[in-house]
């Protein structure tokens, strides 16, 4: 064992440190001999050697926010607070990693440094918008955080731009819906392209009030689903409609299952599915 030690040991004093500012990744087995090391040191109850051990590969955000989770974990707040905000200033001209960014935000609410909690969550989601970052911004920054958020969604989605342009529709509607503004979660649907799986989610949260928003979405589906055939298809098919059944008058419900019957008679599967 001290001979596999003293050659994983060699082994690593070989490899150049890797850090945020230096991206290109050299050749060898970082993570392998990490881990070889690390039992040695944990063995021995060396929490220092561990942590330079962790340091010396700090190539992205996420072993940046490994490397602060062991610090808090055994060392110490500050010392993980020290590197989390090592991690977000060496990539800060990145979209930055969320848990990076929340966890180094939770370290400085602890040290009841709330101001510069929000303005790295408010960094962070104008990096790289997503909901995590949102919730927590949002904890802290109240209302005035889901404002910011909002107003820069909507201006880059109108700028139909970059490769946020989908997601950020999504995501400014996911951010509504858990805020329950309905109305205004189907004013971004009416106005940027959302996907399917979205525009179906709030339609299912919200069918109680936007009964005619929900009503379309469910129908434009069953269409789809009606023209691709299946039994999985029809069968998905024949719940939507069912659902639709509970948001209008008995009436307008009979014409539309009369309207699919007409147009869809040659598949008798579906057509049976409907009653």
């Known amino acids: 064992m001290a001979q596999y030690r003293c050659l994983a040991t060699e082994a690593w004093e070989k490899l150049p ?14 993570d392998g001999l990490l881990n070889i090391l690390d039992r040695f040191a944990e063995r021995d109850g060396d929490v220092e050697t561990r942590i330079k ?8 955000p996420w072993k940046y926010f490994k490397l602060a989770e062991f610090c808090y974990e055994h060392k110490s707040a500050d010392e993980a607070l020290r590197w989390a905000e090592e991690g977000l200033w060496a990539f800060e001209d990145d979209i930055s990693d969320a848990r990076l960014a929340i966890f180094a935000a939770d370290l400085l609410v602890g040290g009841d440094r709330r101001g510069e909690a929000e303005s790295i969550l408010k960094r962070a989601f104008e990096r790289g918008p997503g909901f995590d970052v949102y919730l927590r911004w949002r904890e802290i920054g109240g209302e005035a955080a889901l404002t910011q958020a909002l107003a820069l969604i909507e201006r ?14 999504d995501l400014g509607i996911k951010i509504l819906m858990h805020e329950k503004r309905f109305d205004m979660a189907w ?5 940027h392209r959302v996907s399917r799986a979205m525009k179906e989610g709030l339609a299912r949260e919200s069918e109680v009030d936007h009964p005619r928003e ?10 789809e689903l009606a023209n691709a055939g299946g039994d ?9 409609i069912a659902r639709m059944g509970r948001l209008r008058e008995a009436a307008e419900q009979a014409a539309h299952v009369a309207s699919l019957k007409e147009r869809f008679g040659r598949r008798r599967n579906f057509v049976k599915l409907l009653g």
Do not use: N
Not at 156 to 169: D, E, Q, S, V, Y
Not at 187 to 191: M, T, Y
Not at 232 to 240: D, I, T
């Open 53 to 60: 051990l962790r340091a010396k590969d700090l190539s992205s």
């Open 214 to 223: 929900a009503l379309e979405v469910y129908a434009e589906r069953v269409e």
């Open 232 to 240: 999985r298809a029809h069968q998905e098919a024949a719940g939507l």
């Open 156 to 169: 880059r989605a109108a700028a139909k731009t970059g490769p946020f342009f989908g997601h950020l529709a």
């Open 187 to 191: 004013a971004i649907a009416r106005q």
């Open 17 to 30: 440190p890797l850090s945020g500012r230096g991206r290109q990744r050299a050749e060898g087995d970082y």
